[in-house]
């Protein structure tokens, strides 16, 4: 059976051919401030507002993945082959007005020859590693690369082998660090192990353990990232041309990690529901502290089409701490 992904659907259905840009560094002086969203009561999350990021302003669009640091250095990568570097701007109530000192440029693949049928610029996924480098999960042709710094060459980082299995645009698009260090990552579309779950590992080169990621039905997880207390977050997503988009956040609890073992099932915790976010294509999520607390920051990718929108919101825990 053919299985199409997500942008050629939209491309098929609405006829449309993708934004192209160009490399961009300097200040960024044109984007739009978005007021916070009206969550639930009693959400553990508070809104703070966000950023419309169009790719005229940026350079690129088709953000897919995100990582905030503690001093709010922002960097993403786009599904095009690109990485962004920029500094998140908040004003005093830490409602975000901007980016400043945005640096865009290609990811540089190194000496990795791109294989037949294969796209080499796919990337999906993103995470910090403890020294400071970065790994980057492409789909297509599945891997994670390695780079010293995002603007550096990259090497192949390894990985399971049964990752090569994965249909073609449904790879690895969660790639978290968990703060013992280990690695956390979930494919997007291989349904494998003895219930049918998803496929995930953790861990890290030569002591990768198999686990199952029990996603909400509909639903498949399209980032993820650690927490300081040793849990994770995970985006869930759903698509359809009749739905459209919708997403939810669930939290994968410290102690199922900590003991997770080989055929251990992963099924997070309900942080914010479908209804509770903009029907848009949430394809990043981020963990960082801000004026001593702990913040969260989402991500949606516009697939570089003009009926979509690059929006980046914030977020506070609503007592302050991560669980």
Not at 24 to 38: D, S
Not at 52 to 61: D, K, R, V
Not at 267 to 283: D, F, M, S, T
Not at 310 to 321: I, N, V
């Amino acid at each position: 059976m053919i299985r199409l992904n997500r942008r050629s659907l939209l491309l098929g259905a609405l006829g449309l051919a993708s934004l192209g840009g160009c490399v961009l560094r300097g200040a960024l002086a044109e984007i739009r401030p978005l007021p916070p969203l009206p969550l639930p009561p009693g959400a553990p999350l508070l809104s703070q507002g966000g950023l419309l990021l169009e790719p005229a302003a940026i350079g690129h669009g088709g953000w897919s993945a995100l990582h905030v640091a503690d001093d709010l250095t922002l960097s993403a990568i786009s599904d095009q082959g690109f990485w962004l570097r920029a500094r998140l701007v908040l004003d005093a109530t830490g409602a975000p007005r901007g980016l400043e000192g945005v640096e865009t440029g290609a990811i540089d693949h190194g000496f990795l020859l791109e294989p037949p049928g294969r796209l080499l610029a796919d990337a999906e996924s993103l995470a910090r590693l403890p020294d400071g480098s970065w790994l980057i999960g492409f789909e297509r042709w599945h891997r994670v690369q390695h780079h010293a710094t995002l603007a550096a060459p990259g090497t192949l980082w390894p990985m399971p082998p049964e990752l090569r299995q994965a249909p073609l645009n449904a790879g690895l698009e969660s790639l978290a660090v968990l703060a013992d260090g280990r690695l956390l990552a979930i494919s997007e579309g291989l349904w494998t192990g003895p219930q049918g779950w998803l496929r995930g590992w953790i861990g890290g080169p030569g002591r990768w353990v198999p686990l199952g990621y029990r996603p909400a039905e509909g639903f498949v997880p399209s980032d993820a990232c650690g927490l300081p207390g040793g849990g994770a977050l995970v985006v869930e997503r759903s698509f359809s041309l009749r739905r459209w988009f919708h997403a939810r956040l669930v939290h994968l609890p410290a102690a199922l990690l900590a003991g997770a073992g080989p055929e251990t099932l992963l099924q997070g915790e309900v942080i914010l529901e479908a209804q509770a976010l903009p029907a848009e294509n949430w394809e990043g999520v981020a963990s960082f502290r801000h004026q001593g607390q702990d913040w969260v920051a989402m991500l949606v990718d516009d697939n570089e089409l003009p009926v979509q929108r690059g929006l980046l919101h914030l977020f506070r825990w609503a007592g302050g701490s991560a669980p």
